[in-house]
């Protein structure tokens, strides 16, 4: 499907300095690294962004800078998820105001909301702001799941457009959402399925072969196979360690995590280190 808030769009880290505080100069960076490499846009301060231990100043200030420093044409999506419905709104409003193309919106965790107080929680979202929604169903991380038919009603809320799916078991179509992948994993299966593309990480490393699968579909099984290691190097730790270490021994300085998040060890390093080395990313 066509969609107006690109294909292939990373879920960007947020970079930290030696003292944890986040690393401006780093992100902006960064930002451009990802969109020369292939993305459509990012995703600000989601999962893969640590948004759970940054300050709503820090992470407002990240939407700011990455909507003035985006290049024409590149999206801008602020997650702004929250499991509580009034702290959600009030994140959502102040994206909107900072220039973003759209929201992305997080299951509510800890809390365990019933079907309907999720519609709920979705439809006053979806009165904070005039730009499209995202939802994101990632059940390993709140305890909540989204089934299919529950996303096909929610579907029915004016800008709810899209949802991230993170969980496996339920990727398929939705009637009136376009989905995009949630895990780099299922990437190709989502573009091969007619799927809106990827909210991914490992973009930050492969962007220009997962551009050319989405641009090359007869190439598209094979670049896939060849991205294997990295996606399981990847997935070898809680996300974003993983992914970190990989930037940093390329030569992207984004830091460590924020506790309780602690940094990469040596073996996950190594397993990390292997996978750029296997895949011609890093020389050996």
Known sequence: ???????????????????????????????HHVIDSGSDGIVVCGTTGEAATLTNEEHLRLVEIACAERPEGVTILGSTGSNDTAQACAMTERVTELGVDGV???????NRPNRRG????????????????????????????????????????????????????????????GVYAGNNETFARTLD??????????????????????????????????????YSALSVTTNPIPVKAALNLLGHPVGGPRL?????????????????????????
Do not use: C, W
């Not at 990373?10 to 930002?31: Q, S, Y």
């Not at 702001?129 to 995202?134: L, Y």
């Not at 990480?201 to 896939?224: C, F, Y």
């Open 260 to 284: 309780p998040l602690a940094e990469a060890d040596e073996a996950e390093i190594e397993v990390v280190r292997a996978a750029l080395v296997s895949g011609g990313f890093l020389a050996a």
């Open 193 to 230: 399925m007619g799927g809106a593309g990827g909210i991914v990480v490992a973009s930050h490393i492969a962007g220009p072969q997962m551009r050319r699968m989405v641009e090359e579909p007869e190439h598209r099984a094979e670049l896939d196979a060849s991205l294997k290691d990295l």
């Open 104 to 110: 992305l919106s997080v299951t509510p965790y800890y």
């Open 118 to 177: 999720l519609v709920r929680h979705y439809a006053e979202i979806a009165n904070a702001t005039d730009k499209p929604i995202v939802l994101y169903n990632i059940p390993a991380r709140t305890a909540t799941d989204m089934p299919n038919d529950l996303l096909a009603e929610l579907a029915q809320i004016e800008r709810v457009d899209y949802v991230k799916q993170a969980n496996d078991d339920n990727l398929a179509l939705v009637d009136g959402l």
């Open 1 to 31: 499907m066509t969609t107006t808030l690109g294909t292939l769009l990373t879920a960007i880290v947020t970079p930290f300095d030696d003292e944890l505080k986040v690393d401006e100069d780093a992100f902006v960076a960064l930002l």
